[in-house]
């Protein structure tokens, strides 16, 4: 019998909790069995293993990221839109930087994650549609888009930008170039 209370979503809210904790590496299912209270392999009725277990740490992720870029946008057209989707990108490896470190960074067999990395990439499509951007075009401005995002998402929560000047303006730096480069 189930203990009450654990459920799948639980146990996914508990690996999520030790890895904001202690990072991505640190997630196992003794780790979680701990932070959850119930012997190890209490936690097969609920997951089916530690790969399955990443598997919805990811669809977490990957769901809240597409959410917070789908919620910056909303109402939003072009130069705006864009600098709203850059800004919530980064605002969310910020705030969550071990998650982030947890994201899949090429594509998954799993359908569940492909539909969730598919919308957050939906997003940006669906920004550049307001610059008249469409098929082929679309496809390599967003690919330049995810690039910046992440390269300067995984820079700066890893410490890789050490120079005294100021990362918001670095940042900001970043955005005009992207927006100018999209403009054109």
């Known amino acids: ?4 209370g654990l459920s799948p979503d639980a146990v ?7 890895i904001d904790a202690d990072g991505p590496d640190a ?7 701990s932070r959850t209270g119930v012997a190890t392999p209490s936690l097969y009725k609920h997951v089916s293993s530690l790969e399955a277990l990443r598997v919805l740490v990811q669809l977490r992720v990957l769901t809240e990221l597409g959410d917070a870029l789908a919620e ?3 109402g939003r057209s072009k130069d705006d839109a864009l600098r709203a989707l850059m800004a919530a990108y980064r605002g969310y490896a910020v705030a969550h930087p071990h998650r982030y470190a947890a994201l899949p960074q090429q594509p998954r067999p799993e359908p569940a994650l492909a539909s ?3 919308r957050a990439v939906e997003v940006i499509l669906a920004v550049l549609r307001g610059y008249g951007l469409e098929g082929s075009a ?18 700066e929560i890893s ?10 303006e670095s940042h900001r730096l970043l955005v005009d170039l ?3 480069g999209i403009r054109r």
């Open 116 to 118: 969730a990395g598919n």
């Open 159 to 168: 410490g890789g930008f050490q120079l005294a000047e100021d990362l918001d």
């Open 138 to 155: 679309a496809i390599h401005a967003t690919r330049c888009i995810r690039a910046a995002l992440h390269g300067f998402a995984a820079l």
């Open 178 to 180: 992207v927006v100018a």
């Open 27 to 33: 997630l196992s299912l003794a780790a979680v069995a």
């Open 1 to 4: 019998m189930p203990r009450v």
């Open 12 to 18: 996914v809210d508990a690996a999520v909790a030790v």
């Open 72 to 74: 910056a946008v909303l």
